[in-house]
């Protein structure tokens, strides 16, 4: 177990409050520092114990911190990486939440001034919900997160990131920028865009007769717009692929239905079956 001395959480939502609670209960930190946008977030962060104090500042809180965790939207990350970089003193290792890697980690890398470094990370783990309320300090345990150090990370600096998530209680993967974006395209990013899509498919007026199947298949579809345009548009190359294979999918169901074809129906489902089973029975 690591113990920091201050952490910085910039944005301090569902993930960045979770990280803060989770670091404040296990006592991972002396001190966790909220940066947010809106004072009534601050405040509320501070009331649920989410962080020890807040500030406006995001300057202020990286010149102190040793660990700077970016939990704001995929299209701000550079950005507010490179600002906590320039205002740091205390040469900070740099991490972020962000679902989408290779074009943030390209732009970061290598390049960050007063000696910060920052190595990539994503916590497989969220919802629909947002907001400081929203925060659970156990929301990590026993959940995957992905670490993408490149050539240029330092070994060390890799390792104290994969424990920090270690002692917040998740199994953690490493995984190349490209790999990453590559597999969430498949199983992140693509199951967003189908949730949404169904749900714009269902008529309003059909609504009341829409029961579990319907609420659990587009549950994600209540997330933020604005934040998930941004991450299919930083992976549009490997979305796109995803639904390709998806379209190739459909259009075997599709196939198998005009064709009346029941036993390539049942083909078809038994082998989506078989590989939703082999995903329940993974550790």
């Not at 659970?136 to 345990?141: E, H, I, T």
């Not at 240029?152 to 998530?165: K, N």
Request: proline share 5%; with cysteine.
């Amino acid at each position: 177990m690591k113990h920091w001395d201050t952490v910085a959480v910039v944005g301090i939502g569902l993930i960045g409050g979770s990280i803060g609670l989770g670091l404040r209960r296990r006592g991972l930190a002396r001190e966790v520092v909220g940066v947010g946008r809106r004072q009534e977030s601050l405040q509320t962060a501070v009331q649920l114990g989410t962080v020890d104090r807040t500030t406006l500042d995001l300057a202020a809180a990286a010149a102190e911190a040793d660990l700077i965790i970016v939990c704001t939207p995929v299209g701000r990350i550079a950005a507010d990486v490179r600002a906590a970089a320039a205002a740091s003193q205390r040469r900070p290792l740099i991490t972020d939440v962000g679902s989408t890697k290779a074009q943030i980690v390209a732009e970061l890398e290598g390049g960050l001034p007063g000696g910060a470094r920052f190595v990539g990370s994503h916590p497989l783990a969220g919802g629909e919900k947002n907001g400081p309320a929203a925060a659970d300090g156990d929301l990590f345990v026993g959940r995957t997160v992905v670490v993408t150090p490149t050539a240029l990370t330092r070994p060390g600096d890799a390792a104290d990131l994969e424990q920090l998530w270690i002692d917040l209680g998740a199994r953690v993967v490493r995984m190349s920028p490209d790999d990453h974006d590559r597999a969430l395209a498949a199983t992140s990013h693509l199951p967003h865009l189908v949730a949404a899509a169904l749900a714009a498919a269902t008529s309003i007026d059909d609504l009341p007769l829409t029961a579990s199947g319907w609420a659990d298949s587009t549950r994600i579809a209540a997330g933020d717009p604005e934040l998930w345009s941004q991450i299919f548009m930083s992976n549009r190359a490997n979305v796109l692929a995803a639904l390709d294979r998806y379209r190739t999918a459909l259009d075997n169901f599709q196939q198998a239905l005009g064709d009346g074809s029941e036993p390539q129906l049942i083909r078809l489902l038994g082998e989506a079956k078989c590989r939703r089973d082999a995903r329940n029975e993974r550790p």
